[in-house]
């Protein structure tokens, strides 16, 4: 069983994943960002950088997420991506039209063979808090980029959990802060197990 937590740049996926997996003694999969070697070029110009960007990242969470087909099928995973997202983005960064066609087919391809998550529990938060965490986290690449970007995705994200039409959990995260307060993840767990009906 996959379960994949989601959620806008900087909002604490990767936190919320590695906490609420050794809570429940379940297998973690982090989102391996720093392999695009696109990445940094983007964020020093989005418009130029978007293709091959949006390309690598569906092939490296294609590929991630492959790579957990069996153990999700075992036992519970617990990820800080799927393959939502990477449509998500490239929605709002390929401007071309002939590159969002192509990318949507191979979206779809990859779609075909990759796990499909059980529930995703979405991390919702205000863009106040999202750019308030990136420059706290101080990754100079995100620095680079024009905050209104942030609030695109930001807003994105809120339309696409709102679209989604799977088993989904939300969790506001400015009122929720597991770093200070763990206990939520005991929490966060009963509502897991209430939308899956596990006893």
């Given at each position: 069983?996959?379960?994949?937590?989601?959620?806008?740049?900087?909002?604490?996926?990767?936190?919320?994943a590695?906490?609420?997996?050794?809570?429940?003694?379940?297998?973690l999969?982090?989102?391996?960002?720093?392999?695009?070697?696109?990445?940094?070029?983007f964020y020093?110009?989005?418009?130029?950088?978007?293709?091959?960007?949006?390309?690598?990242?569906?092939?490296l969470?294609?590929?991630?997420?492959?790579?957990?087909?069996?153990?999700?099928?075992?036992?519970?995973?617990i990820?800080?991506?799927?393959?939502?997202?990477?449509?998500?983005?490239?929605?709002?960064?390929?401007?071309?039209?002939?590159?969002?066609?192509?990318?949507?087919?191979?979206?779809?391809?990859?779609?075909?063979?990759?796990?499909p998550?059980?529930?995703?529990?979405?991390?919702?938060?205000?863009?106040?808090?999202?750019?308030?965490?990136?420059?706290g986290?101080?990754?100079?690449?995100?620095?680079?980029?024009?905050?209104?970007?942030?609030?695109?995705?930001?807003?994105?994200?809120?339309?696409?959990?709102?679209?989604?039409?799977?088993?989904?959990?939300?969790?506001?995260?400015?009122?929720?802060?597991?770093?200070?307060?763990?206990?939520?993840?005991?929490?966060?767990?009963?509502?897991?197990?209430?939308?899956?009906?596990?006893?």
């Amino acid at each position: 069983m996959l379960i994949v937590i989601e959620g806008c740049v900087g909002v604490g996926k990767s936190t919320v994943a590695k906490g609420l997996a050794a809570f429940r003694h379940s297998n973690l999969l982090l989102e391996e960002f720093e392999m695009n070697p696109f990445l940094r070029a983007f964020y020093r110009d989005p418009v130029e950088n978007a293709t091959e960007t949006e390309f690598a990242f569906l092939l490296l969470h294609f590929h991630q997420l492959k790579g957990q087909t069996d153990t999700a099928s075992r036992s519970e995973v617990i990820s800080d991506f799927h393959l939502g997202k990477d449509l998500l983005y490239a929605d709002l960064n390929l401007k071309e039209v002939r590159a969002r066609r192509v990318f949507s087919e191979l979206y779809e391809l990859c779609l075909e063979t990759a796990p499909p998550p059980a529930l995703v529990i979405f991390l919702s938060a205000s863009t106040d808090l999202v750019l308030s965490r990136i420059r706290g986290r101080e990754r100079d690449f995100e620095l680079e980029i024009d905050p209104g970007y942030y609030s695109a995705v930001n807003a994105a994200y809120e339309d696409f959990f709102k679209r989604y039409s799977g088993k989904k959990i939300r969790v506001p995260m400015d009122e929720w802060d597991f770093v200070k307060n763990p206990a939520l993840y005991n929490r966060l767990a009963a509502l897991v197990d209430g939308e899956l009906n596990i006893k």
